[in-house]
């Protein structure tokens, strides 16, 4: 079955210390997105990327990194300087940018 | 700028029809989608207008009026499991063709009751 995989499903943070969320799928899609999700909020996009090779910051990109060195593959890395990063991460494909987004079942990033 | 306003929490009873408006304010529209998001989960889509009128599908209908900048989700024959957030999101093209990007209302959390 094709899909959205998110690794880990949980993850915990030390202070100083930067992580990497894995985002894999496996429909062919160009596009590949990062969005954030606080309790009572709406998703919000950090970055997103095309095609291979190319990625756009979105709405709140400081304190945070990505790559596209594969199609398949849009790791999100969240650095020590996002000194709030306990949330929701949610990664999403689409074939085209304006086509439906599929979301992958997020990470839950806390910090100890 | 962009701004998209929907409800933040509703309640209808089972079996009953719902109605969950949206409206937004944006430069280069292209459409407006539905997503589905069952709370810990992820958003599952439901609908995509682009454009003016009404899409049906099963239960779920949406709507959409692009010179009125709004939107509903119709919701019909109401069931337990539909109780979830419904994000409304615009899509807007920017800086040439081919770009995308989606922006998402915070969402409504509805509740159905027996």
């Known amino acids: 079955d094709g899909g959205i995989t998110q690794s880990p499903k949980y993850l915990f943070r030390k202070e100083g210390q930067n992580v990497t969320l894995s985002c894999e799928q496996n429909?062919?899609?160009?596009?590949m997105y990062w969005y954030r999700q606080d309790p009572g909020q709406g998703l919000r996009l950090i970055y997103y990327?095309?095609?291979?090779?190319?990625?756009q910051k979105g709405d709140i990109a400081e304190g945070y990194s990505v790559s596209r060195e594969k199609k398949e593959s849009f790791p999100l890395t969240v650095t020590s300087a996002q000194k709030n990063p306990t949330a929701f991460y949610l990664c999403?494909?689409?074939?085209?940018?304006?086509?439906?987004?599929?979301f992958g079942d997020g990470t839950r990033l806390s910090i100890l | 700028g962009q701004n998209i306003d929907q409800p933040t929490e509703m309640t209808a009873t089972e079996g009953a029809i719902v109605q969950i408006n949206c409206t937004y304010q944006?430069?280069?529209?292209?459409?407006l989608f539905w997503y589905q998001q069952h709370a810990g989960e992820a958003p599952t889509f439901l609908s995509y207008?682009?454009?003016?009128g009404l899409e049906e599908k099963g239960r779920f209908s949406s709507f959409l009026s692009r010179s009125k900048g709004y939107s509903y989700l119709l919701l019909k024959e109401l069931q337990m499991k539909d109780s979830a957030s419904y994000l409304c999101?615009?899509?807007?093209?920017?800086?040439?063709?081919?770009?995308?990007?989606?922006?998402f209302g915070k969402g409504t959390k509805l509740s159905v009751i027996p």
């Open positions: 999403a494909s689409s074939r085209q940018g304006d086509k439906p987004q599929h």
């Open positions: 429909l062919n899609h160009d596009a």
């Open positions: 990327s095309q095609i291979v090779n190319d990625f």
């Open positions: 944006t430069s280069g529209f292209n459409g």
């Open positions: 207008n682009v454009l003016d």
């Open positions: 999101a615009v899509s807007r093209s920017y800086s040439g063709a081919g770009s995308y990007q989606l922006t």
